[in-house]
């Protein structure tokens, strides 16, 4: 059972990058996904999630048209569309699964955690 978050790099300002965050040993399904980002030096911090049909998403305010999370529950893999990156989106970026049929921020209710990939934005 593990979450394996992938698909992060180098790239400059303005530039985009597409996460993803494929599901292995359960039915994703059953579970909404979070994206959540650590920079260095900093603590944690909610990014956007997808509720289990994917009808529902929420953003921080920071990627707010900016980002968009997506899922694919035929692939169990769920994405996040990175446009317009700017230099304080560099962070290792985590994927999360919560039993909640909703969107929720609050990472104790996440009880799997993939291994980061790591974004870096810089020119």
């Known amino acids: 059972v593990q979450l394996q978050a992938f698909g992060g790099g180098l790239m400059q300002p303005g530039g985009s990058l597409r996460l993803a965050c494929a599901a292995s040993g359960f039915t994703v399904n059953d579970y909404a996904i979070g994206w959540f980002r650590q920079a260095p030096g900093q603590e944690r911090e909610f990014v956007a999630s997808i509720s289990r049909g994917g009808g529902s998403t929420d953003y921080t305010d920071s990627v707010k048209g900016r980002f968009t999370i997506s899922r694919d529950n035929s692939k169990t893999t769920v994405y996040l569309q990175m446009n317009s990156l700017k230099a304080d989106d560099t962070a290792t970026y985590y994927c999360?699964?919560?039993?909640?049929?909703?969107?929720?921020?609050?990472?104790?209710?996440?009880?799997?955690w993939g291994r980061g990939t790591q974004v870096t934005v810089s020119s």
């Open positions: 999360a699964r919560t039993r909640r049929t909703s969107t929720t921020r609050n990472q104790a209710l996440y009880d799997l």
